[in-house]
């Protein structure tokens, strides 16, 4: 295991994003815990929504006070291959579960777990990649709360990976998740709910007149292939089919019937070590080649991603299933509307015609016709964005979410 870097973070730069009354709760919340040494760990310092998370979270828990590592299991690339199918059987993959790949979990966790070295009261254990460190955890420090934090909906998991997850969780003192149905399944064990933030000061976030270098240099208009004086709809998301790019350029094609200038951008990481992605992308490719006005932009930086939320008159998450949906909240942080899909936590995020729309994914006229809505009418453009910006003020920005893990550390350490 390794530690990862942060660069240091403070709560008081979230100023101009908390109350008074939020900001002193958190302090003192960080005071009860002074002399508590905190680990989390999970397998990436990078890419991906629980590294983005803790480069906010750890940072700002050490500038209250609260001694807070990040860990970072080093594990052979077979590993993750076996993690990804432990990842896809518990959201309802039926990959053959083999004896073979339970034995190279075991034991790179096991030895993840023996290189911990000294003693946290309180272990973070994100996702079921560190799950398997938890036997050799409880025996070598069975002083160590410990906590998991599972990012994965459950409601659909294939009983093989279930029951090993489950297999594991029964010295865990609290698992997290992110909405209730999610934990459903899971047994024997206290849980959570904690909804998951964005970060309203990075280079993904942060007003685009606060950005220099290549990060504005990235953020430059002249960038994109779209037309900055037409409408534009957008949806950004890795090319998986569960997002339903497909299903996004049929509603941009229902809509060009009502906006005939309308641009669709389909935005999407293009990681090489996905082939699912590269397949889905060609799909999109050959689908939308005789059509200029429909952009696929892959692998933008933070900034790209920031400019491109900021410039759509709509965004578009037409998911068939999600977990949180962190690209609704970076998009309603930006007040632009968001039509998104009435499934997982995007309902979370979107009160439908308070601060958005909500829609059933698989119903392309009704999609179409919100989306047409929106561009049609600029008042009420402006009226879901500036109410959907308030709604990630007041429950999505990563001051909360240090709040809630504080709160969560108290609760499983109540002697401190
Ligand atoms: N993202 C990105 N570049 C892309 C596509 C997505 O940086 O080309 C980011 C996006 O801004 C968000 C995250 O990846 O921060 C996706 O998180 P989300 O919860 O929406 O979906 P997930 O990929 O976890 O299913």
Known sequence: MHHAHTDAQSLSAYEAHLTAD????????????????????????GGGGVAEMLHGVVPIANDLGVDTDWLVMEAPDEFFDVTKAIHNGLQGGDREFTTEMRELYR??????????????????????????????????????????RCHIDLTDATPAYLDFAQSYVEPVDTAVFTLPAYGEAISGVEKVIIHPAIDPLTEKNRPLDELSGEAAEAAALENYPFDPS??????????????????????????????????????????????????????????????????LLTNLPDAGINAVQRHADVVLQKSLREGFALTVSEALWKGTPVVGANVGGIPLQIDDG????????????????????????????????ERGRETVREAFLTPRLVGDFLTLLADVTPTN
């Open 22 to 45: 939020q900001r002193r709760a958190i302090e003192e919340t960080a005071a009860d815990l002074t002399g508590l040494h905190v680990a989390h760990v999970n397998t990436t310092a």
């Open 107 to 148: 034991s790179v966790t096991r030895r993840n777990a023996d290189a911990l070295d000294g003693a946290y009261d309180v272990l973070v254990l994100h996702d079921p990649q560190t799950l398997g460190m938890i036997p050799t955890i409880t025996e070598r420090f069975p002083e160590t709360a410990l906590v998991w």
């Open 230 to 295: 037409r409408p534009l709809l957008v949806q950004i998301s890795r090319f998986d089919p569960w997002k339903d790019p497909q299903g996004v350029i049929e509603t941009y094609r229902t809509v060009t019937a009502s906006v005939p200038d309308a641009q669709l951008a389909l935005v999407g990481a293009m990681p090489e070590d996905d082939p699912e992605g590269i397949e889905v992308f060609r799909e999109l490719e050959a689908i939308a080649e005789d059509d200029g006005d429909v952009h």
């Open 354 to 385: 308070e601060n958005g729309f909500l829609i059933d994914p698989r119903n392309i006229e009704q999609t179409a016709d919100r989306v047409t809505r929106l561009l049609e009418d600029d008042q009420l453009r402006r009226r879901l964005g």
